[in-house]
């Protein structure tokens, strides 16, 4: 583990640009030069670790659907149910030695490999993933029977070189990781499916002993002038541990031709411009569409479609695009549900059910 030494005024600006991208806040003058002053002569003040450069596997979960459930949902059953995951997945993280770094509203961070690094920290990592898929699925058994609506979760993890230390002033600071590993950990998150595990190339390298995944997957993330290679973790064999993500997204799938129009969505904002497509298979959890012009893998949408057989519109619906085809001159693409609306999701498989029963 070396020690970083800060003494330069190039690498004290690097250390505000790092601190503000990351934590979104600026050191003061003062506070700057407090920090380096520190750092350069190995002095420890009472809110100032030592800042270290060491590895670290940042594992990002993510509620999917939480924030359109906060729009029907009365604010106590939001609190309850929101409170409930985060207390069964601390549990976990903290049952396989992963330091919890924040909350961030419906998502969780956590480190392995700090403050103190272990041999087997990328194992704990992904084992602790897997895990949590487990216990989301459990929740999710036990959640109808309480009145409460199912959720899913998306995990996305990285391992690499990490800023790690107290970062802040006499007033307040934090120890947290900072750096662009733990950016791209943040990216994978992002286009992880409800109830998949998505790891970067270099930590499936670092266990692909150890799990069962999927081939590579090449996505474009904002900071990377290449595409990234992803995988998704499937199973643990070694320790009897089986993604339950199949299991969720089993369901009846119906053929239909239900026009339909879409919208992109760029950094969470639903762009203006319409695009038709027509839907010719329908399930409890997603679709296929067929339409004009090729979508981006991982893309992500607004639908909105009539479903006229239980008098009922459907406006609340978001995907991400799993793959896309080319198909007899037009084009074929497979969209996962990220987040649908409790009566939206009732009419839908209300309508497949009537559908399976009449064929």
């Known amino acids: 583990m070396d020690r970083i ?82 207390a069964v997945i601390s549990e976990v993280i903290l049952r396989h030695g992963g330091t919890i770094d924040k909350f961030m509203g419906d998502s969780v961070m ?42 899913y979760m998306g995990i996305g993890i990285n391992t690499g070189q990490v800023i790690a230390g107290r970062f802040g002033s006499a007033a307040y600071s934090q120890y947290t990781v900072i750096g662009d590993e733990v950016n791209l950990a943040s990216r994978i998150e992002s286009f992880s499916l409800r109830g998949q595990v998505l790891v970067s190339e270099h930590t499936y390298q670092r266990c692909a002993h150890l799990v069962e995944a999927s081939g590579p997957m090449e996505v474009h993330v904002k900071g990377k002038s290449e595409a990234v290679r992803v995988r998704e973790v499937v199973a643990i064999p070694s320790r009897g541990l089986h ?64 479903l006229l057989l239980v008098d009922f519109t459907v406006s609340d619906v978001y995907a991400k695009v799993v793959k896309c085809r080319p198909s007899e001159g037009r084009w074929r693409a497979g969209l996962e549900f990220t987040a649908i609306g409790v009566e939206s999701s009732a009419r839908l498989q209300t309508f497949v059910q009537l559908l399976v029963a009449v064929r």
Not at 119 to 128: G, I, T
Not at 134 to 145: D, I, K, T, V, Y
Not at 243 to 252: F, G, L, M, T
Request: a negative charge; aromatic letters at 4%; glycine letters at 6%.
């Open 5 to 86: 030494e800060i003494d330069t005024s190039a690498q004290a600006l690097r250390v505000q640009a790092l601190v503000r991208r990351d934590t979104g806040q600026v050191l003061s003058a003062d506070g700057l030069s407090e920090l380096l002053a520190l750092t350069a002569h190995g002095v420890q003040a009472p809110w100032s670790d030592p800042v270290h450069q060491r590895e670290v596997t940042v594992l990002l979960a993510d509620l999917r659907g939480f924030t359109a459930l906060t729009a029907t949902q009365p604010a106590g059953v939001i609190i309850a149910l929101l409170n409930r995951c985060l």
């Open 110 to 151: 956590a480190l392995f490999g700090a403050p103190q690094g272990r041999p087997d920290d990328v194992e704990r990592a992904l084992v602790c993933a897997v895990e949590m898929q487990l216990a989301m699925a459990e929740l999710n058994q036990e959640g109808p029977r309480q009145g409460l609506p199912e959720l």
């Open 243 to 306: 993604v339950p993500r199949a299991e969720v997204r089993r369901s009846h799938r119906v053929e239909v031709r239900l026009p339909c129009t879409m919208q992109e969505l760029q950094h969470k904002v639903v762009l203006p411009s319409h695009l038709p497509a027509v839907i010719i298979d329908v399930g409890y959890y997603g679709l296929q569409i067929e339409l004009d012009q090729p979508l981006e893998p991982f893309a992500e949408l607004k639908l909105e479609f009539a």
